[in-house]
T-cell receptor
Framework: RKEVEQDPGPFNVPEGATVAFNCTYS??????FFWYRQDCRKEPKLLMS???SGNEDGRFTAQLNRASQYISLLIRDSKLSDSATYLC???????????FGQGTRLTINP | DADVTQTPRNRITKTGKRIMLECSQT?????MYWYRQDPGLGLRLIYY???????NKGEISDGYSVSRQAQAKFSLSLESAIPNQTALYFC???????????????FGPGTRLTVL
C-alpha cells in the first residue's frame, strides 16, 4: 500500500464550480500535512499547509481528519488558472522528510 | 534570479554513460533533496542532505550517488545510466523550523533526462 494515496483524476469541472480532493495516508505517526500545486512541466510549489483545526486561504480550504487518516482540499468558485496537478504531502515526526502522493490532475473548463 | 537552479534542464544520453545533474541554491537553506518524478508515481526521494557533512539515502537511491560540495550545491550522479532512469529530476531545498513544525520545500525547475 502506498504511504500517501490520491485519486489521480483527471477531474474536469466547469469554471465557477466547487471541487474537492481527498488524500489518505497510512502512517499514523504523520504530523505535518501539505498541499502542493504543480503546473504542467513545472516544479511543485507549496499551496498551503494543513492544520488540525482546518484552514482557509481565500477560495481554498484544507481539512485534516486524523481519526480516518485523510486530508482534503476544497476549491470554491474555481478559475481557469486553478488547472494544475495537486499533490498531497505528508511528513512524519522525526522522519524529517516528505512523502508525496501521485497527484490529482484538475482541469477547469470555460 | 531563481533561488534554486538546476543544470542541465534537458539531457539525452546513452545507456552506460555517466551523468551529473547539478543543483545550486541562493536561499541559504541547509537542507537539500533530489527527487525523480515519473508519470503515475509522483515524486520519489532519491537522496537528501541536512548539511554539508550529512548525506542520506531516500527510497530509491540504487544507481545514484550524490555530492554536497557546499551548502549551496548538491549534485546527483548516475554512474552508468540505464533507460529506466529516464525521468524528470527535481532538486529541492527546505527551511526546517522546529518551533513552527514547518519544513517548506522549494523546488528547482527540473531536469528532463532521457536515457536511450
Amino acid at each position: 500500500r502506498k504511504e500517501v494515496e490520491q485519486d489521480p483524476g483527471p477531474f474536469n469541472v466547469p469554471e465557477g464550480a466547487t471541487v474537492a480532493f481527498n488524500c489518505t495516508y497510512s502512517n499514523s505517526a504523520s504530523q505535518s500535512f501539505f498541499w502542493y500545486r504543480q503546473d504542467c512541466r513545472k516544479e511543485p510549489k507549496l499551496l498551503m499547509s494543513v492544520y488540525s483545526s482546518g484552514n482557509e486561504d481565500g477560495r481554498f480550504t484544507a481539512q485534516l481528519n486524523r481519526a480516518s487518516q485523510y486530508i482534503s482540499l476544497l476549491i470554491r468558485d474555481s478559475k481557469l488558472s486553478d488547472s494544475a496537478t495537486y499533490l498531497c504531502v505528508v511528513q512524519s515526526q522525526g522522519a524529517q522528510k516528505l512523502v508525496f502522493g501521485q497527484g490529482t490532475r484538475l482541469t477547469i473548463n470555460p | 534570479d531563481a533561488d534554486v537552479t538546476q543544470t542541465p534542464r534537458n539531457r539525452i544520453t546513452k545507456t552506460g554513460k555517466r551523468i551529473m545533474l547539478e543543483c545550486s541554491q541562493t536561499k541559504g537553506h541547509d537542507r537539500m533533496y533530489w527527487y525523480r518524478q515519473d508519470p503515475g508515481l509522483g515524486l520519489r526521494l532519491i537522496y537528501y542532505s541536512f548539511d554539508v557533512k550529512d548525506i542520506n539515502k531516500g527510497e530509491i537511491s540504487d544507481g545514484y550517488s550524490v555530492s554536497r560540495q557546499a551548502q549551496a550545491k548538491f549534485s546527483l550522479s548516475l554512474e552508468s545510466a540505464i533507460p529506466n532512469q529516464t525521468a524528470l529530476y527535481f532538486c529541492a531545498t527546505s527551511d526546517f523550523r522546529q518551533r513552527e513544525g514547518t519544513d517548506t520545500q522549494y523546488f528547482g525547475p527540473g531536469t528532463r533526462l532521457t536515457v536511450l
